[in-house]
């Protein structure tokens, strides 16, 4: 069974800063997919960012990258100049690829606080 | 519509009572997911649907629970003699249908918040 682990329930970092949030995973598989996820207050999920386990070069989307570690099964999300509008719960997830349902398996999240 | 809706936004339930909960997700998208969050925690997965065959409800909790997407659009969530264990957030997500191997993102409803008292 795959597993998802955040062991940072709760994150706080000053405007224009950077800050990495903390994923590791437990899986026997070879394809498959890691995501991060943005939920703010008002619920909606969002995508932020996601990497294909068989890349070895890690995403990039403008404010937000990840550090990729196969090998020690982890995925750690960086976001630089954090504005206010980053304030939300942050959860880590994984997919299986190779055609499978594509159900995602999510982290505890970690609620992360933009101080002006 | 331009995202996935889900309704009502808020539901209160007696103990034992029937809900039943709606989810419309992007027209054209292929597969749905229905999830429950507990609070503080992050989204389990309940049922996943491809067009209106049910394919997986591996994470139904128990025959309580039942889904439903008669002609592949929209789906409802139903539980029957509700329990405060079943308080959380449902949430719905849909996304396209790709070639095997490949994944299509999921795109998240604003979900249903459910209190049974």
């Known amino acids: 069974a795959q597993t998802v682990t955040q062991s940072q329930p709760e994150m706080s970092v000053q405007e224009a800063e950077t800050v990495t949030l903390s994923c590791t995973y437990d899986?026997?598989?070879?394809?498959?997919?890691l995501f991060w996820y943005k939920q703010p207050p008002s619920r909606q999920m969002i995508l932020v960012i996601r990497?294909?386990?068989?890349?070895?070069q890690n995403a990039t989307e403008n404010r937000f990258s990840v550090n990729f570690q196969k090998a020690a099964k982890s995925f750690s999300l960086k976001i630089s100049d954090s504005q206010l509008g980053d304030t939300a719960m942050y959860f880590c997830?994984?997919?299986?690829?190779?055609?499978?349902?594509?159900?995602?398996?999510f982290g505890t999240g970690t609620l992360l606080a933009v101080q002006p | 519509g331009a995202g996935v809706s889900q309704s009502p936004r808020y539901k209160v339930a007696k103990r034992g009572q029937d809900v039943a909960l709606r989810c419309d997700p992007i027209?054209?998208?292929?597969?749905l997911f229905w999830y429950q969050q507990a609070l503080g925690q992050g989204p389990e997965f309940l049922t996943y649907?491809?067009?209106?065959?049910?394919?997986?409800k591996s994470g139904l909790p128990s025959d309580r629970f039942f889904a439903e997407r008669p002609e592949g659009s929209v789906s409802t969530l139903k539980i029957q003699r509700t329990q405060q264990e079943d308080s959380a957030v449902y949430l719905c997500?849909?996304?396209?249908?790709?070639?095997?191997?490949?994944?299509?993102?999921?795109?998240f409803g604003p979900g249903t918040r459910l209190t049974v008292l």
């Open positions: 990497q294909e386990a068989y890349k070895q």
């Open positions: 997500a849909s996304s396209l249908m790709g070639l095997a191997g490949s994944y299509n993102e999921q795109f």
């Open positions: 027209s054209g998208h292929v597969s």
């Open positions: 997830a994984f997919t299986r690829g190779g055609g499978a349902t594509n159900k995602l398996i």
């Open positions: 899986t026997s598989e070879n394809n498959y997919y």
């Open positions: 649907f491809q067009n209106e065959a049910q394919l997986d």
